[in-house]
């Protein structure tokens, strides 16, 4: 079964940036939609953002315009960048992976997903 470690939160005042990393045991080729996920206190997994082997990149709306998403096969890495952080952006920060394809609107859909990380927090203070 695959590993993922998720890395890189931390605090961080609105306005600035933080680069989420996640890293595979194995090749990230062998899984079709890798994408990160929040949790904020009280709420359910949010998908941010995703991507995937021959579909576009998907992002939450909130997110758009700041957050990119881009994956190094080399280093069986995915990154999350995000910049203009704010308040709201603050959660447990999870990667998920799964091997299938999944139909385009349910791709941020965390229940979609078969492999998880074990999340790293971001803390954005205004």
């Known amino acids: 079964e695959v590993q993922l470690q998720a890395s890189g939160g931390g605090l961080v005042q609105a306005g600035g940036s933080l680069r989420l990393s996640c890293a595979f045991s194995?090749?990230?080729?062998?899984?079709?939609?890798i994408g990160w996920f929040r949790q904020a206190p009280g709420q359910g997994r949010e998908g941010v953002s995703v991507?995937?082997?021959?579909?576009?990149?998907k992002y939450a709306d909130s997110v758009k315009g700041r957050f990119t998403i881009s994956k190094d096969n080399a280093k069986n890495t995915v990154y999350l960048q995000m910049n203009d952080l704010k308040s709201e952006d603050t959660a447990v920060y999870y990667c998920?992976?799964?091997?299938?394809?999944?139909?385009?609107?349910?791709?941020?859909?965390?229940?979609?997903?078969?492999?998880w990380g074990q999340g790293t927090q971001v803390t954005v203070s205004s």
């Open positions: 998920g992976t799964r091997k299938g394809r999944v139909i385009l609107s349910a791709r941020l859909s965390a229940a979609q997903y078969e492999f």
């Open positions: 194995g090749s990230i080729s062998d899984y079709y939609h």
């Open positions: 991507i995937s082997k021959h579909d576009p990149t």
